[in-house]
């Protein structure tokens, strides 16, 4: 089994920026594409940005120019910057293995001022 752990969440303002870190426990990221999805209350979860074992990257209309998925192979982690964030991006935010149910924890991000 593969574990997931996210961190880097938090409160931040309008206009702020976050860098979330999604870790792995097994080097096995590396043969899988990785995502980040997101979840706000009553609303179901969607997709943020995804990359695959190739480096192709995969973004939500929303997050597209403001937001960037990146991957540490040596380091076993999965990163998203959030620039430019709004009100609306607050939700958790959840790293996913694969294309499976295979999840982490999930880490609070609260825009607002």
């Known amino acids: 089994q593969v574990q997931l752990v996210e961190s880097g969440g938090g409160l931040v303002q309008p206009g702020g920026s976050l860098n979330l870190s999604c870790a792995t426990s097994e080097s096995s990221f590396s043969i899988a594409t990785m995502g980040w999805y997101r979840q706000a209350p009553g609303k179901q979860r969607d997709l943020v940005a995804s990359i695959t074992v190739l480096g192709r990257t995969n973004y939500a209309d929303f997050a597209k120019g403001r937001f960037t998925i990146s991957r540490d192979v040596p380091k076993n982690t999965v990163y998203l910057q959030m620039n430019s964030l709004r009100p609306e991006d607050t939700a958790v935010y959840y790293c996913?293995?694969?294309?499976?149910?295979?999840w982490g924890q999930g880490t609070q991000v609260t825009v607002s001022s």
């Open positions: 996913r293995y694969g294309l499976g149910d295979r």
